[in-house]
């Protein structure tokens, strides 16, 4: 009985080990080639790389999986790369093309042909590099572009060292949306050389990638080329707000307020800086409102000024640029007393003017009234005297 016993076990344990056997056996025969023909191709678009490639041999095979593929790709000095799944066979992505592309990519297998499990091919690799041409000095430096406002884009530069005097620069630009790269049609020069570029209107650029190549020219040497990469809603100064003004509503609370910078930027994409000042002390401080309530720290506070300037906040940007101060408002505690005198003194100086020219007037008046009374006076005095002398002589 008890062998009858030991021969089911044994029975068991054959039939478990040869189904895990087997099972073993077919995940480690199910295997799955890299994609074909991977590459990164350059479309011209001074950054904007496409990354293709098609799909591995023999994979009719594996119907009944899920086919994958896992990408990953950086710049060659970049530590992280960036990582994407995707059933597509292409993908496309900025680059920064003053350095060197590296991608991998690698097939991912799912599904009932592999049991639930996932089975990865190996890897198949890519790089580009542009054409490494001209000294690194020879490139221009210290780029720096703003847009204006939301509405006029600007950019600047210095010329590369070293290079020979008829060098000349020469800027091309790109985002999602043209057919093709544009030169600059107006540049700003000096000394007969490109050193900027006002840009027209660029139509659907926000919240793109904004690709910039500015490449140069010289009969005696070659001019490295410099790749830039923007996107315009971070690089955006706004006006400085207008029109403040300082409401005080009672002996502690002030209201400040100002306009919204004109303009196509939306009211709840600006944050303000306001600088605030009582007497000898200042302070800063932020709000996302085009108002402020503050509270004054003495009621004894002679002066109240402050200034605010604008930005784009963080609900529309990533980043922006300030705008420049705005013009300072304030307000006196004693300004009624001032405008009191201001009034009162002239009104003063005119009323004892008047006063003192109608003393003179009157006294004048009195004057001349009593000297011609004096001298009508006379004439009768003398106009009886003939008279007199007259019958004087006729009695005689």
């Known amino acids: 009985m008890d062998l009858?016993?030991?021969?089911?076990?044994?029975?068991?344990?054959?039939v478990i080990c040869t189904t895990f056997g087997s099972t073993l056996s077919s995940n480690a025969e199910i295997k799955v080639n890299p994609p074909q023909d991977f590459e990164i191709v350059d479309p011209g678009y001074l950054g904007y790389l496409y990354l293709q490639w098609q799909p591995p041999l023999?994979?009719?095979?594996?119907?009944?999986?899920?086919?994958?593929?896992?990408?990953?790709?950086?710049?060659?000095?970049?530590?992280?790369?960036?990582?994407?799944?995707?059933?597509n066979l292409h993908y496309k992505d900025g680059f920064d093309l003053n350095k060197g592309v590296e991608a991998k990519i690698h097939t991912l297998l799912r599904g009932q042909c592999t049991n639930g499990s996932e089975v990865q091919s190996s890897w198949s690799e890519a790089t580009y590099w542009t054409s490494p041409q001209g000294n690194l000095e020879s490139k221009v430096w210290d780029m720096n572009c703003i847009y204006y406002n939301w509405q006029y884009l600007l950019c600047s530069w210095k010329l590369g060292m070293g290079v020979h005097f008829d060098t000349n620069y020469n800027l091309f630009y790109w985002y999602e949306g043209l057919d093709h790269a544009l030169q600059c049609d107006d540049y700003i020069q000096s000394n007969g050389k490109n050193i900027g570029c006002r840009f027209p209107y660029l139509e659907s650029a926000d919240y793109k990638d904004f690709y910039i190549c500015v490449n140069g020219s010289s009969k005696f040497q070659l001019i490295r080329p410099s790749y830039f990469i923007f996107q315009l809603q971070n690089i955006v100064k706004s006006l400085p707000p207008d029109y403040l003004s300082i409401i005080v509503k009672n002996s502690e609370e002030i209201n400040l307020k100002w306009n919204i910078p004109n303009g196509p930027i939306p009211a709840k994409c600006f944050i303000y800086e306001i600088k605030f000042t009582e007497d000898d002390t200042t302070w800063v401080t932020t709000t996302f409102e085009?108002?402020?309530?503050?509270?004054?720290?003495?009621?004894?506070?002679?002066?109240?000024?402050?200034?605010?300037?604008?930005?784009?906040?963080?609900?529309?940007?990533?980043?922006?640029?300030?705008?420049?101060?705005?013009?300072?408002?304030?307000?006196?505690?004693?300004?009624w007393k001032e405008i009191l005198l201001f009034f009162l003194i002239p009104f003063a100086f005119v009323l004892i003017f008047i006063v003192l020219i109608s003393c003179l007037l009157t006294s004048k008046q009195k004057a001349l009234l009593k000297m011609f009374r004096y001298q009508k006076a006379g004439a009768s005095e003398i106009s009886k005297k003939p008279f007199k002398s007259t019958s004087k002589l006729q009695t005689n």
């Open 290 to 335: 085009n108002e402020i309530y503050v509270r004054r720290t003495s009621n004894e506070n002679q002066q109240l000024c402050f200034l605010v300037r604008s930005r784009m906040n963080i609900y529309c940007s990533d980043d922006g640029i300030w705008s420049e101060w705005s013009d300072t408002q304030c307000w006196r505690g004693g300004m």
């Open 4 to 14: 009858i016993h030991l021969d089911i076990r044994c029975l068991y344990a054959i």
């Open 58 to 87: 023999f994979l009719d095979n594996c119907k009944e999986c899920m086919v994958e593929y896992e990408l990953k790709y950086r710049n060659i000095d970049s530590e992280n790369w960036k990582t994407i799944i995707t059933k």
